[in-house]
């Protein structure tokens, strides 16, 4: 089999994940709703398909990058979808944000049909992903993520195993959560230090030299500072994502103060016409309730 990579959704993340897998040396293959993107793989060296079938057509792996693990569901399940194009041996790494049940569920039933599964998330904005800034947190059998390490060596920078199906996704919702407290503690305090009249700017690199430093300074720091909220992520997508963490602590019967915190700040957000923005938008939630002026 060859190293052609079957790629489903090719967006923010599937964009960059394609463009290191081109310049790597494997053959990509895509599959996306939006006929502008499909128009962007061909650019960089990709091959555009008409359905999620043929993106898995004479593939080695198929990666998933989509909102939603129902959205996964049907597009390896449904009519057309990879499940009707899958070749022996093929390996689908669903690199989306999924509900960990649902990734354990997936995986289940495509081994009935001999087809092998790792839910195989990211961690890192669609800008890490372009710099190939990402790791790899990966649920599956040991002998299918051994067999994937090719393919995350091409997009990533390193690949970690948690456990069985349904792991990766479990650990990228604690990472997550964990974000969630990083950028909700530097928008406050921001906001807190520039409604003081601190220098923005010069707050920032205080901060990021700090004890309190953190990559999220680095990476959301200057939009939160600047107000340019060109997504790196959505806020329809960390609202998603916070829902999805929430649940985890429902079932599991684990205290989510910080979880509910962002689910409602991203909700404000969402509500105030910022959904398609940067995640990081939502510091104009707090600007807007410290009486600050708006700046989208």
Request: proline share 4%.
């Amino acid at each position: 089999m060859s190293d052609c990579v079957g790629i489903v959704g090719v967006g923010l993340m599937g964009q960059a994940f394609s463009h290191h897998l081109l310049q790597a040396g494997f053959k990509v293959q895509g599959f996306d709703l939006d006929e502008r993107r499909l128009a962007q793989l061909h650019e960089r060296g990709g091959t555009p398909v008409e359905s999620p079938a043929a993106a898995a057509q004479g593939a080695r792996w198929l990666i998933t990058s989509l909102p939603t693990s129902d959205i996964v569901r049907e597009v390896i399940l449904g009519p057309k979808g990879v499940a009707e194009g899958t070749p022996k041996g093929l390996i689908i790494a669903d690199t989306s944000t999924s509900r960990p049940e649902d990734s354990q569920r997936l995986g289940a039933e495509l081994a009935q049909r001999g087809i092998r599964f790792l839910d195989a998330c990211v961690s890192g904005t669609s800008a890490m992903a372009w710099k190939k800034d990402l790791i790899v947190i990966a649920g599956g059998t040991a002998e299918d993520f051994e067999a994937a390490r090719p393919l995350f060596a091409g997009f990533a920078r390193a690949a970690y195993r948690m456990g069985a199906v349904g792991s990766g996704a479990m650990a990228k919702l604690v990472i997550n959560l964990i974000l969630f407290g990083n950028r909700l503690a530097l928008a406050e305090g921001l906001v807190l230090g520039m409604k003081a009249g601190m220098e923005g700017e010069s707050l920032l690199e205080v901060l990021q030299d700090a004890a309190c430093s953190s990559k999220t300074m680095v990476d959301k720091g200057p939009k939160m500072l600047k107000g340019e909220f060109s997504p790196e992520g959505h806020v329809r997508t960390s609202l998603k994502d916070a829902r999805l963490a929430l649940e985890q602590g429902a079932r599991l019967g684990v205290p989510m103060h910080v979880g509910k915190l962002w689910a409602e700040l991203q909700q404000e957000a969402y509500e105030q016409g910022l959904a398609e923005l940067d995640s990081s938008a939502f510091i104009e939630v707090l600007r807007g309730k410290a009486g600050m002026p708006k700046r989208t």
